[in-house]
């Protein structure tokens, strides 16, 4: 079971919305930075959002995240076949001094 | 550019050992620290730890505790993981990755390595 709680799956048509929740607690979410992930079978993760809100300059804005108190959203705009893909959210529990993530949130593009 | 190259997978018989290597080049080795992250079939990424590019501090999954160990060797900027103990549940692709910590938190993975297959099976 994860520390931090993901939808195991979402969907949405191409050229929509979509938005991927993560909730964690006090100790993890709620004070600490949060990341998020796009994972494809066989591949290693990518990074898609760092220190909660900010994109590496390889991604496009069309990917965008928020957090407000123990909770974290990751944002999808304009839909894509190629979006179809596992997404985790990832963050540190002061708690535990360990790095913590959620089980993975499943997304399809119908 | 920053990379990140492990070593090939492994086959272990339950109870064995398996080390893990993970080379670092394109970036300041002593400014980050190296994360190990796994991946069973069929489930989640898991954090394993974390361990300075200094060697000098660590933090250890505590369910992992016990089994597991992470050491850095400076001089060729490589991160080693072993595993002791192996059981089936082990059974996972292992990932290195880039992962900045300041003194009391880290801000998990930035730059991945490509994994390393690690089995058990009797």
């Known amino acids: 079971q994860s520390v931090l709680t993901q939808p195991p799956s979402v969907s949405a048509a191409p050229g929509q919305k979509v938005t991927i929740s993560c909730s964690g607690s006090s100790s993890s979410i709620g004070s600490n930075h949060v990341v998020w992930y796009k994972k494809l079978p066989g591949t290693a993760p990518k990074l898609l959002i760092y220190e909660t809100y900010k994109r590496p300059s390889d991604i496009p804005d069309r990917f965008s995240a928020s957090k407000s108190g123990s909770s974290a959203t990751l944002g999808i705009t304009g839909l894509q076949t190629g979006d179809e893909a596992d997404y985790y959210c990832?963050?540190?529990?002061?708690?535990?001094?360990?790095?913590?993530f959620g089980g993975g949130t499943k997304l399809t593009v119908l | 550019q920053v990379q990140l190259v492990q070593s090939g997978g492994e086959v272990k018989k339950p109870g064995a050992s398996v080390k893990v290597s993970c080379e670092a080049s394109g970036y300041n080795f002593g400014t980050f620290g190296i994360a190990w992250v796994r991946q069973a079939p069929g489930q989640g990424l898991e954090w394993m730890g974390w361990?300075?590019?200094?060697?000098?501090?660590?933090y250890y999954a505590q369910r992992l505790q016990g089994r597991l160990t992470m050491t850095t060797d400076t001089s060729t900027r490589t991160a080693y993981m072993e595993l002791r103990s192996l059981t089936s549940d082990d059974t996972a692709v292992y990932y290195c990755g880039r992962e900045f910590c300041d003194k009391d938190r880290c801000y998990l993975v930035d730059h991945w390595g490509q994994g390393t297959l690690v089995s058990v099976s009797s």
């Open positions: 990832g963050t540190w529990d002061s708690r535990l001094s360990a790095g913590v």
């Open positions: 361990i300075s590019g200094d060697n000098d501090n660590t």
